[in-house]
């Protein structure tokens, strides 16, 4: 039983760690995506994107 209580007890700040990993990875994926809506890119990947659509509906 006492090892069970100890293996749990390890487990506890392995979960701790990686809450903090998805934390800083979420806030890269934000940052870069915020940095791709500043410089136009997104823009302009979605004007592309759906001029094309427009363009093909059109016949």
Do not use: H, N, P
Not at 21 to 40: D, E, I, Q, R, T
């Amino acid at each position: 039983m006492d090892r069970i209580r100890t293996f749990l007890m390890c487990q506890r700040g392995q979960t701790t760690a990686e809450y903090a990993l998805v934390l800083v990875v979420a806030g890269l994926v934000v940052g870069v995506f915020a940095a791709f809506v500043k410089s136009g890119t997104l823009t302009e990947l979605f004007e592309s994107i759906v001029g094309g659509l427009v363009d093909r509906a059109d016949g």
